[in-house]
């Protein structure tokens, strides 16, 4: 809370009068990679100003003056100020002893509720140098996009590449004309979007129909089919709250994912009375627009713009004729049918007529491979997960794990939660009931894990012939990504690399340190709990102290 600010205005020889302004935040909402800050209220207190006929008349006669006691501010204002909390300071601990002792205060220094689970080893010398809470069940927030990382490297390789595939199922005449069906097969990557490929919105598209194009097809009598059965058809996993609905964070995932499901809608003024310009980006036959927009004077805008359904985009309001071009997000409903539609539309714009509908369905066996794009290494795609802590890629990349590289299995979270728990248990040494999830990204508040299977995960990461990569996708402290503005000036900066994890009830970071004397130290620090504004001040101080250790 900000302190009560107090300004006094003196007039000649009338009473001092004091305005009190109360500024205050509510704790905002926050979902690892979508932080929503709520905004400020300020509250102004009344003032009352004494007329002239109830001021106190000058004394004629004169008074011997006392010493006035000197008033604080805080006895001015009728409150008692609090006391200051000095900021918490990392320490240098030498020798064991002494970084658990170090350790111990500052887990119990700042936050007033909630739960810890914390561990840190030794990967250099094989020991344990601080455990609390650590076999406990805890909610792991975006940590737990090291296990779908970790899996994904296990299973797939950090040179594996995802592929997009454009099928036939029918025969290509000489003059360009199919006598079939085009589909369009998922693969599960999330690398369709503006992140990898130049261009905007519409490039991932537009360049497979340039594919398609160079392949000399120039029509289609069948139909566009999206294939999207390479991953289970349930777009939110389990565990998810239903609040987080329409959140660009939480936005459902597909085997057909383009531009993470997210669609632009544009708004163009048009004359002064007449109708406002809608479109989207990219565009796309799988959604309808409904516009009742209204171009008005001035440039002031006022646009709602919503899903009905899976199918249809309505936009309504009052646009600006001076106001150019606002664009708004929105939430896909059917991926794979957003991403067939703006498939269809990418080839209706390379001069290709397709003469039948864009439908939803599968892969016949004997469809003919017509071209591909494939995706960036695996190992660029979990950097940008975990650097960015990006959902959507965690969801597609932990069923990815579970179908493997031959591609037979069904990408679910069931078949990738199994996949994971015999991965942890026959390879990394994790005690069976030490991680039950229910998706990837750590979204849900059904997942659980333990501290010391997280600590296990990155020992054995670190030994693993991926683990270059799964160390280079972490991000820095007070150098790079979600760590950028944390720990620095101190010995974490540039030295801690660790994954975090940020939900309204769940602060947490994992990952590796390098320690004063030169050991690589693993550490797992996890709070349950809704005092995480100390929680994280709290780690915060706790990664330059286990970088500042050394052994006596």
Known sequence: MTPLRLTSTVRRRSLALVAG??????????????????????????????????????RLTPKKKTPAKRSSRSSRSGRTRAPIVPVLRHTTPRGEGALTSDLTALLGSRTKNGEWGAMVISITRGDTLFAHGADSKMVPA?????????????????????????LRDGPLEANGVVRGNLVLRGDGDPSLSPRFVRGGPDASMTMLARFVAGAGIKRVTGDVVAD??????RGIPEGWLTRYAGAGYAA????????????????????????????????????????????????????????????????????????GTVRYQLVVGDPATFTGGAFRAALEKQGITVDGVLRVGRTPDNATLVTSLPSPPLARLVSTMNRESINIFAELLFRGAARGVDKQTLGSAENASATLHEFMVRQVGAAPDAVRVTDGSGLSVLD????????????????????????????????????????????????????TGTTNEVIGLSGYVTAENGEILAFAFLYNGRDRWHARETIDAMGPTMAAFSRE
Do not use: C, Y
């Open 252 to 323: 459902p995932f597909s085997a057909l994912t383009l531009n993470e499901n997210i669609v632009i809608v544009g708004v163009t003024a048009g004359g002064v009375g007449g109708a406002g310009t809608v479109f989207l980006e990219p565009a796309t036959r799988g959604l309808t627009i409904t516009n009742t927009v209204r171009t008005v004077a001035g440039s002031s805008t006022r646009i709602r713009a919503h899903r009905v359904g899976n199918d249809r985009v309505v936009v309504s309001g009052t646009i600006g004729a001076r106001a």
């Open 228 to 233: 999207a059965s390479a991953l289970e058809m």
């Open 142 to 166: 975006s940590t737990m996009k090291l296990f779908t990382s970790a899996i994904a490297f296990e299973r797939l390789g950090p040179e594996h590449t995802f592929s997009t595939d454009v």
């Open 448 to 499: 659980r894990v333990t501290p010391r299977s997280l600590v296990q995960l990155l020992a054995h990461a670190h030994r693993a012939p991926w683990g270059s990569a799964f160390h280079a996708s972490l991000p820095v402290a007070g150098e790079s990504e979600l760590l950028r503005n944390r720990m620095r000036a101190t010995p974490a900066q540039g030295n801690l690399h660790a994954k």
């Open 21 to 58: 302004i109360l500024l205050f935040a509510p704790n905002p909402a926050v979902a690892d990679a979508a932080v929503a800050d709520a905004a400020s209220v300020t509250v102004v207190t009344a003032l009352t100003i004494p007329s002239r006929a109830t001021r106190q008349p000058k």
